[in-house]
C-alpha cells in the first residue's frame, strides 16, 4: 500500500523559508517520479518541482528558489523553499507517479499526500 505523508507547512513572511517533508512506504524510488504540486481554492493543481533518481525538474515560477531532494533509502522527499513570496501560497502536495517526471499537470494514477498549507505575507 502506498502511504505520503507531507508536513512541514506554516505561515512566513515575503522573503522567508519553508523546509517540506514528505516521509513515504511502498513506493519505489527507482519506478516513480517524485514531486510536489501545490493548489489554491478554485485553481487547478499545478507542478511545482519534481525528481528522478537524480534528475530534478521546476516549474519557471520557482526555479532558482526552490530545491527538491530525495532519500530512497530513508523514503523521504524534501523541498526547500528559499526566498518565498505571496504568489507560494498554496496548499502543497507530495506526490508519486510514473510518466513525465517534468509533469506540470497530474498524471492519471498518482498517488498524493494528504497536503500541507503554505502562507506566505507581504
Known amino acids: 500500500q502506498v502511504r505520503l505523508l507531507d508536513s512541514g507547512g506554516g505561515s512566513v513572511q515575503s522573503g522567508g523559508s519553508l523546509r517540506l517533508s514528505c516521509k513515504t512506504s511502498?513506493?519505489?524510488?527507482?519506478?516513480?517520479?517524485m514531486g510536489w504540486f501545490r493548489q489554491n481554492p478554485g485553481k487547478e493543481r499545478e507542478g511545482v518541482a519534481g525528481?528522478?533518481?537524480?534528475?530534478?525538474y521546476y516549474a519557471d515560477s520557482v526555479r532558482g528558489r526552490f530545491a527538491i531532494s530525495q532519500n530512497g533509502t530513508m523514503n523521504t522527499v524534501h523541498l526547500q523553499m528559499n526566498n518565498l513570496k505571496p504568489e507560494d501560497t498554496a496548499m502543497y502536495y507530495c506526490?508519486?507517479?510514473?510518466?513525465?517526471?517534468?509533469?506540470?499537470?497530474?498524471?492519471?494514477?498518482?498517488?498524493w499526500g494528504q497536503g500541507t498549507q503554505v502562507t506566505v505575507s507581504s
Open positions: 525528481s528522478y533518481v537524480t534528475r530534478t
Open positions: 506526490a508519486a507517479w510514473r510518466g513525465d517526471c517534468a509533469a506540470r499537470v497530474p498524471v492519471e494514477n498518482t498517488f
Open positions: 511502498g513506493v519505489s524510488y527507482s519506478l516513480y517520479c
